[in-house]
């Protein structure tokens, strides 16, 4: 797996079964790694050689391919809805009340049950309830265990029912309630939460990328005495265990008055974090070295190369390697808990998060906690969304490249 | 294979002598600088500390009470290995969640590289997204997620399975399931590895698959002697990287229980709740050294065997190993 290996031509593999070979039109379809990335060497791969000379069973045969592309689709789509379903949940019980998640058979929307306004000017919940007629839709009036009172919507007349009006269907309809956004967002401060995340992630990332931009350009174009036992040095600390680290940079926080303040999250990012460097590395060792001469000759300083010629160049990597340290601080919870306890003036999102599931965990019947999760996702879930394919190259170049 | 080796260099070769060589030299340390000393600062010394504390009895509370103890801190670590203390039974749990987890998300993440994969698959980047998404999700929301899809009466999955007749446990309020339901919450984790076999899966020449089909094997043949082979660096790299992600398996069980004791019934008290509470709670941040020192050593210790064994079963193609 070196460089040259492309995850461009999705369809490399085109041999997947005997209904392949058909003449299908290749999938046009966005390659991850586009072709300046990484030599996209996938087209020569695809095999589209017709199998068959007969006109008759190259119908049949585009049939059946037709069918398996379908059935093929459709066991993915399911199983990704089986893999996401946890999280229409959650996007639903946000947008419930209480009452409806213990309701009996409640609808998997969110909803509230039908009334009736009486007479009197009361309004009752309609039920669904067998009687001699067949079902009927009455308004609940007076619930008792064993016998409860209806009202009969279409005659206003009272009426005795017999049976336990907890196992009848009530008559719901689709109603999102957002009274949960309210209740989380008074006690949650959303806006600090928010602020302090930001400045924690923007902050972050821009030193993490600004410092591994410098350290990458140092190990990619320069020969030092030793520079590949320095690298092997810093392939090992990506392996190193947070865990031997962390109590003496806390103490060490702590000895500086820097625990209980965001520095101790913000500072060590500007020191060039090894993951972030070898991906970097790796992507200017794939740059044209021409280009950098060409400039040296005319006379630019290597300050000069990497700022207008390299990074232009490696823009790519650049954003993916930004979008992982982003994600990377909004997410994390270990340091802000760590280091920021105690001071709620300066919990970011996820620490937020937590202390609020931790003290209303069950509240309105944990409809709260699932709408203030839903709060904590938003940004960087749109984000990831927005910036994709950046990101998703970024992940393959980690990793492939070993 | 891992470091493309560089041996040419912006600047041509040294015209005036050593002068032009030494001035490379001084800046390429120039731009290291950063790296070079956040080494030494946040990398180099606090290891260090950490195993010298080890050997301390050193509280943050009262630090002026520091002194050298010896082995005393390995000796309590090594008797509540022995007779499953905390940190015996919190070692415990990890292992387990461990040999439940990494082999289900190896075979996951396989198996949705292999499907995404597929020619005949239909709009193959948005199920990349999708499968991939939850990763971006952050881990103290999918576990509140997780928490309400696993609740034994409101959950979906209980209604699920009730619809069918099948009962289901209430997974994280009981001491037998808590550790499966974090593992299958770790499936929403799948996506960075999916995408490593995809991006593996196709660098597989198609020429390898031709020769199988002409020795007349089938899907499975190709499998077996042409995908898992080409794969195995992949699949090598997926597991060390696994391993390293459970020895620092932290946040879904914090969340789960904040009071660090790894309810219910302690079924979910991984190492490092354990290490916190030591360190965190209890101040004893000489003891807390010697449990991250002994962390250290199984995951070196795994990895070591991982690399001692890929020699039989890794494959790189190119040769050079």
Same mark, same amino acid.
């Given at each position: 797996?070196?460089?040259?290996?492309?995850?461009?031509?999705?369809?490399?593999?085109?041999?997947?079964?005997?209904?392949?070979?058909?003449?299908?039109?290749?999938?046009?379809?966005?390659?991850?790694?586009?072709?300046?990335?990484?030599?996209?060497?996938?087209?020569?791969?695809?095999?589209?050689?017709?199998?068959?000379?007969?006109?008759?069973?190259?119908?049949?045969?585009?049939?059946?391919?037709?069918?398996?592309?379908?059935?093929?689709?459709?066991?993915?789509?399911?199983?990704?809805?089986?893999?996401?379903?946890?999280?229409?949940?959650?996007?639903?019980?946000?947008?419930?009340?209480?009452?409806?998640?213990?309701?009996?058979?409640?609808?998997?929307?969110?909803?509230?049950?039908?009334?009736?306004?009486?007479?009197?000017?009361?309004?009752?919940?309609?039920?669904?309830?067998?009687?001699?007629?067949?079902?009927?839709?009455?308004?609940?009036?007076?619930?008792?265990?064993?016998?409860?009172?209806?009202?009969?919507?279409?005659?206003?007349?009272?009426?005795?029912?017999?049976?336990?009006?907890?196992?009848?269907?009530?008559?719901?309809?689709?109603?999102?309630?957002?009274?949960?956004?309210?209740?989380?967002?008074?006690?949650?401060?959303?806006?600090?939460?928010?602020?302090?995340?930001?400045?924690?992630?923007?902050?972050?990332?821009?030193?993490?990328?600004?410092?591994?931009?410098?350290?990458?350009?140092?190990?990619?174009?320069?020969?030092?005495?030793?520079?590949?036992?320095?690298?092997?040095?810093?392939?090992?600390?990506?392996?190193?265990?947070?865990?031997?680290?962390?109590?003496?940079?806390?103490?060490?926080?702590?000895?500086?008055?820097?625990?209980?303040?965001?520095?101790?999250?913000?500072?060590?990012?500007?020191?060039?974090?090894?993951?972030?460097?070898?991906?970097?590395?790796?992507?200017?060792?794939?740059?044209?070295?021409?280009?950098?001469?060409?400039?040296?000759?005319?006379?630019?300083?290597?300050?000069?190369?990497?700022?207008?010629?390299?990074?232009?160049?490696?823009?790519?990597?650049?954003?993916?390697?930004?979008?992982?340290?982003?994600?990377?601080?909004?997410?994390?919870?270990?340091?802000?808990?760590?280091?920021?306890?105690?001071?709620?003036?300066?919990?970011?999102?996820?620490?937020?998060?937590?202390?609020?599931?931790?003290?209303?965990?069950?509240?309105?019947?944990?409809?709260?906690?699932?709408?203030?999760?839903?709060?904590?996702?938003?940004?960087?879930?749109?984000?990831?969304?927005?910036?994709?394919?950046?990101?998703?190259?970024?992940?393959?170049?980690?990793?492939?490249?070993? | 294979?891992?470091?493309?080796?560089?041996?040419?260099?912006?600047?041509?070769?040294?015209?005036?002598?050593?002068?032009?060589?030494?001035?490379?030299?001084?800046?390429? #340390?120039?731009?290291?600088?950063?790296? &070079?000393? !956040?080494?030494? *600062? +946040?990398?180099? /010394?606090?290891?260090?500390?950490?195993? @010298?504390?080890?050997?301390?009895?050193?509280?943050?509370?009262?630090?002026?009470?520091?002194?050298?103890?010896?082995?005393?801190?390995?000796?309590?670590?090594?008797?509540?290995?022995?007779?499953?203390?905390?940190?015996?039974?919190?070692?415990?749990?990890?292992?387990?969640?461990?040999?439940?987890?990494?082999?289900?998300?190896?075979?996951?993440?396989?198996?949705?590289? #292999?499907?995404?994969?597929?020619?005949? &698959?239909? !709009?193959?980047? *948005? +199920?990349?997204? /999708?499968?991939?998404?939850?990763?971006? @999700?952050?881990?103290?929301?999918?576990?509140?997620?997780?928490?309400?899809?696993?609740?034994?009466?409101?959950?979906?999955?209980?209604?699920?399975?009730?619809?069918?007749?099948?009962?289901?446990?209430?997974?994280?309020?009981?001491?037998?399931?808590?550790?499966?339901?974090?593992?299958?919450?770790?499936?929403?984790?799948?996506?960075?590895?999916?995408?490593?076999?995809?991006?593996?899966?196709?660098?597989?020449?198609?020429?390898?698959?031709?020769?199988?089909?002409?020795?007349?094997?089938?899907?499975?043949?190709?499998?077996?002697?042409?995908?898992?082979?080409?794969?195995?660096?992949?699949?090598?790299?997926?597991?060390?990287?696994?391993?390293?992600?459970?020895?620092?398996?932290?946040?879904?069980?914090?969340?789960?229980?904040?009071?660090?004791?790894?309810?219910?019934?302690?079924?979910?008290?991984?190492?490092?709740?354990?290490?916190?509470?030591?360190?965190?709670?209890?101040?004893?941040?000489?003891?807390?050294?010697?449990?991250?020192?002994?962390?250290?050593?199984?995951?070196?210790?795994?990895?070591?065997?991982?690399?001692?064994?890929?020699?039989?079963?890794?494959?790189?193609?190119?040769?050079?190993?």
């Amino acid at each position: 797996m070196t460089g040259s290996d492309s995850i461009a031509g999705n369809d490399a593999i085109a041999d997947t079964g005997p209904l392949t070979g058909a003449q299908e039109p290749a999938e046009v379809e966005g390659p991850i790694v586009g072709p300046d990335v990484i030599a996209g060497d996938g087209s020569t791969r695809s095999v589209s050689k017709p199998r068959s000379g007969k006109k008759h069973s190259h119908r049949v045969h585009s049939m059946q391919v037709g069918s398996s592309k379908l059935g093929l689709t459709l066991l993915t789509a399911s199983l990704a809805m089986i893999f996401l379903i946890p999280l229409v949940q959650m996007v639903m019980t946000a947008f419930k009340d209480g009452d409806q998640v213990v309701a009996l058979h409640p609808p998997v929307y969110p909803a509230s049950i039908e009334t009736y306004t009486a007479a009197n000017g009361q309004a009752y919940p309609l039920y669904s309830v067998p009687t001699a007629n067949g079902n009927e839709v009455l308004a609940l009036e007076t619930a008792r265990r064993t016998t409860s009172t209806f009202i009969d919507p279409k005659t206003g007349k009272e009426i005795e029912w017999t049976g336990n009006w907890r196992g009848l269907n009530a008559m719901w309809y689709f109603s999102p309630k957002f009274d949960n956004f309210g209740s989380v967002l008074n006690v949650l401060n959303f806006p600090l939460l928010f602020r302090n995340t930001f400045v924690v992630s923007i902050v972050g990332t821009i030193g993490a990328v600004s410092s591994a931009v410098v350290v990458a350009f140092g190990f990619a174009r320069f020969r030092i005495p030793g520079k590949n036992g320095l690298f092997l040095v810093l392939i090992m600390t990506i392996m190193l265990p947070f865990q031997v680290l962390l109590i003496p940079q806390y103490i060490a926080y702590t000895e500086i008055a820097w625990t209980g303040t965001l520095l101790p999250l913000l500072v060590p990012n500007f020191f060039a974090n090894a993951y972030n460097v070898f991906l970097l590395r790796q992507y200017f060792l794939t740059l044209p070295r021409e280009l950098d001469e060409a400039a040296q000759i005319d006379g630019a300083s290597p300050l000069r190369i990497l700022w207008s010629v390299i990074v232009p160049q490696a823009m790519p990597a650049i954003i993916a390697v930004s979008l992982f340290h982003f994600f990377f601080s909004w997410n994390d919870f270990f340091a802000p808990l760590v280091y920021l306890s105690g001071h709620p003036d300066l919990y970011t999102m996820t620490l937020g998060l937590q202390a609020f599931s931790a003290t209303y965990g069950n509240a309105n019947n944990g409809t709260l906690t699932q709408c203030a999760a839903l709060l904590a996702m938003i940004v960087p879930v749109v984000i990831f969304f927005m910036g994709q394919r950046a990101f998703m190259r970024g992940v393959i170049i980690s990793g492939v490249e070993k | 294979m891992v470091i493309v080796d560089d041996k040419q260099s912006v600047n041509a070769p040294p015209k005036k002598g050593m002068s032009l060589q030494r001035r490379e030299t001084w800046w390429g #340390l120039a731009f290291l600088s950063p790296w &070079l000393f !956040g080494l030494v *600062v +946040f990398t180099a /010394l606090p290891i260090l500390a950490s195993l @010298v504390l080890s050997f301390t009895n050193f509280n943050l509370s009262h630090p002026g009470d520091t002194r050298f103890v010896g082995l005393d801190n390995y000796a309590r670590m090594w008797s509540e290995l022995l007779n499953n203390g905390n940190a015996g039974a919190s070692l415990g749990v990890t292992v387990r969640f461990a040999i439940m987890s990494v082999p289900l998300m190896i075979c996951l993440a396989l198996g949705l590289a #292999l499907l995404l994969n597929q020619k005949l &698959l239909l !709009g193959k980047p *948005v +199920f990349r997204t /999708l499968f991939f998404m939850p990763v971006m @999700v952050p881990l103290v929301a999918s576990t509140i997620v997780w928490q309400g899809y696993l609740n034994g009466s409101t959950g979906w999955l209980a209604q699920i399975l009730s619809t069918f007749g099948l009962p289901s446990p209430d997974w994280f309020n009981d001491p037998a399931w808590a550790l499966p339901g974090l593992v299958f919450l770790g499936t929403w984790g799948v996506g960075n590895m999916m995408l490593i076999f995809l991006a593996g899966l196709q660098g597989i020449p198609t020429e390898l698959y031709e020769a199988v089909k002409i020795d007349g094997g089938g899907a499975w043949a190709r499998f077996r002697n042409v995908t898992l082979p080409m794969l195995s660096p992949v699949l090598f790299y997926n597991i060390l990287i696994s391993i390293i992600g459970v020895s620092q398996y932290f946040t879904q069980a914090y969340v789960l229980d904040p009071g660090g004791t790894g309810n219910p019934g302690g079924s979910t008290f991984f190492f490092n709740l354990n290490l916190y509470k030591e360190g965190w709670s209890y101040n004893q941040m000489g003891y807390a050294s010697a449990l991250a020192w002994l962390m250290m050593a199984i995951v070196v210790t795994a990895a070591l065997v991982l690399f001692r064994t890929s020699a039989r079963w890794v494959f790189y193609a190119g040769g050079d190993r």
